[in-house]
């Protein structure tokens, strides 16, 4: 905890509940995490930044964002509206944390819908505006593009460059195009200027793959297109319980009918071993299946597990067999491979796909593992259950 009588770099995260372009869209996840979830985790991991704060005027915002570890400033609703300005609910909680009793002397300032911020990225701004003098900051990415306007008749008019003139790139002067992820000034500075940009402005750069700004389902998809490429994928996955779909989880999807109608499917011996190791490390794990075939139940039986299966709704069965075990949704794993899982997955804290899982199930991953239904996931993903409990 930051010495609460010294000026401290605090990260500021605004947060309406209103949201026009894509309702609710600080609360949907992108990468299997909520969107304010990934900003309050990239400035907790900001080396350079004392207390991450949410100001939000939404219950479920600021249940999500204290869970990812904010401290949470309640936002008037004369300031959340949709006119309302990022600068008023910034300058509302400066106000808020001196009534706390915290100084704050470095303000750093996260867009929730900016999803990939990079922490390292956080650290440079504030140190440009601590150490190196600058008053305040902004993300950037460089671009050589050529940028035009219309005029007043529909014409083209050059904004950049000289029309006339086609130089090569490595002779043009690089620009730079504000991200909207993050921005970092002198607190003092800003309540003065009550702005963001005020006397001498630095530029962080930025990956322009990473440059994506949620304010349309359009972008909200593609995020959760890169997400799976741009976030670093986990080693070790920290919950309490392990929920698995059957079919194409511990099956490759695939059955075999004899001359009789029986019906037969392929399972991992290595599946087994991981199951029992979570068992032993006393990890409950429940099978969580849409079908009714005494193959599952046989299954279950044999690795000493829970089922349930004929289940239509996996969203609500998963809620009541939390809330019976006391086990919060977000400290849960749900391995899944097919539509019918995003329901579930959408619900805990660590929705993780099979690697051949449908491909809206792999976007809607908190991880993507390497191996597929019925050739070792399971055990894969016990193992990253284990190595985060060494």
Do not use: C
Request: proline content about 5%.
């Amino acid at each position: 905890m930051p010495n609460v009588n010294a000026p401290t770099v605090v990260a500021i995260i605004p947060a309406r509940g209103g949201s026009t372009g894509v309702p609710r869209k600080n609360v949907l996840p992108v990468g299997g995490v909520p969107l304010i979830a990934r900003a309050v985790a990239a400035a907790r991991a900001a080396m350079r930044v004392d207390r991450v704060v949410v100001t939000t005027d939404d219950a479920e915002i600021a249940r999500v964002a204290a869970d990812a570890g904010a401290d949470i400033v309640e936002r008037p609703a004369e300031i959340a509206g949709a006119t309302a300005t990022s600068e008023s609910a910034l300058l509302h909680t400066l106000d808020a944390l001196d009534d706390r009793g915290i100084t704050t002397g470095t303000v750093v300032f996260l867009q929730a819908t900016s999803p990939f911020i990079d922490p390292a990225g956080i650290d440079e701004a504030v140190g440009l505006v601590v150490d190196e003098g600058f008053d305040a900051v902004f993300s950037a990415y460089e671009t050589y593009g050529f940028l035009w306007r219309r005029t007043g008749d529909g014409a083209a008019a050059a904004l950049n460059h000289d029309a006339s003139l086609r130089p090569r790139r490595q002779d043009r002067e690089p620009h730079y195009f504000e991200t909207g992820a993050f921005y970092a000034f002198d607190a003092a500075g800003f309540r003065a200027a009550r702005h963001r940009f005020f006397g001498r402005v630095g530029i962080v750069q930025v990956p322009e793959r990473t440059a994506v700004e949620i304010d349309d389902p359009h972008q909200l998809g593609i995020a959760r297109a890169l997400a799976a490429h741009l976030d670093p994928a986990p080693t070790a996955i920290d919950v309490d319980a392990v929920v698995t779909d059957f079919d194409g989880v511990h099956t490759d999807d695939t059955a075999l009918i004899d001359g009789d109608g029986g019906e037969h499917v392929r399972v991992s011996r290595s599946d087994g071993m991981g199951v029992a190791r979570l068992r032993r490390a006393g990890v409950p794990v429940l099978i969580l299946s849409t079908e009714t075939h005494p193959v599952v139940r046989a299954r279950a039986e044999k690795l000493h597990v829970e089922v349930l299966q004929a289940v239509d709704d996996k969203a609500a069965a998963i809620t009541a067999w939390a809330r019976e075990r006391g086990v919060p949704l977000s400290r849960i794993a749900y391995l899944g491979n097919d539509v019918n899982d995003l329901p579930a997955m959408a619900l805990v804290g660590w929705p993780v796909a099979v690697a051949d899982a449908r491909p809206e199930v792999r976007s809607a991953a908190r991880a993507v593992l390497q191996r597929g239904g019925g050739q070792g996931a399971v055990r894969e993903l016990a193992e990253r259950v284990l190595r985060a409990r060494s």
